[in-house]
């Protein structure tokens, strides 16, 4: 397991000065004192841009080495899932893009959503002590409210991964009134938690150094570890729930997730169907 320790003193305790305020998140900032050998061996530090993930995915199909991050301080239209927005106001989030090559077929890319959501919520608990939990599949819940989200995108050919982009928006800085009115209800950032500010340069390190490790560990062991992790943070497993997919409206009992990270879904009538991409909501919501 990875620890950030750069953010401990006395084996636990988090020293509060080192998570104070800070300026803007650049390249030699994020490089000072990173622990990786691949995740930000090239890091782009952008002001402001349209989507981090469209920057990175141009950058992959030119080739950018795996490893490549693209960051920015503020984004214009950065992306959500099902074709929502992302809200990115300057100085407040992380805004982050990371280039992955691995070598899997298709099929298994949405297992790299779930590493990067156990990413940042052990980066969040280590950086900064608040406990994060999961909702399958990509959003991080600060006290169940969700404070951040992961859009991975994909260039396959016949099932051949060319490349992968995660996409990673963490809500840091922001107080409510920085959300738009329709999120307020729903929404949280690391401040609202702690009730203070933090510097989000030593999270996105932490951030790099979990998603290297989780990586890292999935293309030498497989899927098993990362999904027993992803399980024990996961606050929407062995609950009854409703799914809204593809196929339509599912609801039925959420019983785990399978080795290709689809949600297992135990119907009324006692089949079992696989869910690839969904919005799951609890049924007594
Ligand atoms: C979601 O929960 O809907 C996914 C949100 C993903 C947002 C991040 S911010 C960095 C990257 N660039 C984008 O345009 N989107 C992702």
New binding site residues.
């Given amino acids: 397991m990875v620890h950030c320790s750069r953010l401990r003193v006395d084996g636990g305790a988090i020293n509060p000065a080192s998570l104070a305020f800070s300026g803007p998140l650049t390249e030699e900032e994020l490089r000072s004192g990173l622990r990786t050998t691949l995740i930000g061996r090239r890091i782009l530090a952008l002001q402001e841009t349209g989507?981090?993930?469209?920057v990175a995915m141009e950058l992959a199909a030119e080739g950018a080495p795996e490893g490549t991050v693209v960051v920015a301080e503020a984004?214009t239209?950065?992306?959500?899932?099902f074709g929502?927005t992302?809200a990115?106001p300057a100085g407040l989030g992380i805004?982050?893009?990371i280039v992955l090559r691995p070598p899997i077929p298709s099929d298994r890319v949405p297992v790299i959503t779930l590493i990067a959501g156990v990413a940042v919520a052990e980066a969040i608990q280590e950086a900064t002590g608040l406990a994060a939990s999961l909702k399958w599949p990509?959003?991080v819940l600060i006290r169940g409210r969700?404070a951040a989200?992961?859009?991975a995108e994909l260039d396959a050919e016949a099932e051949v991964v060319r490349y992968v982009v995660v996409?990673?928006?963490i809500n840091v800085n922001q107080g409510l009134e920085d959300f738009p009115l329709e999120l307020r209800e729903s929404a949280s950032s690391l401040k609202i938690g702690l009730g203070h500010e933090i510097q989000r340069t030593v999270l996105a390190q932490c951030l790099f150094e979990k998603m290297e490790a989780w990586y890292l560990r999935f293309l030498r062991e497989g899927s098993t570890p990362i999904l027993q992790r992803f399980e024990d943070l996961c606050i929407n497993l062995s609950q009854e729930v409703r799914v809204r997919s593809e196929e339509g409206l599912l609801e039925g009992l959420a019983t785990g997730i399978d080795p290709e990270g689809a949600l297992l879904l135990r119907l009324p009538d006692g089949s079992l169907v696989r869910v690839l991409a969904g919005e799951v909501t609890l049924r007594k919501d």
């Fill in positions: 989507s981090t993930n469209q984004q239209r950065g992306k959500g899932r929502r992302w990115s805004y982050i893009s990509n959003d969700k989200g992961i859009l996409g990673i928006g």
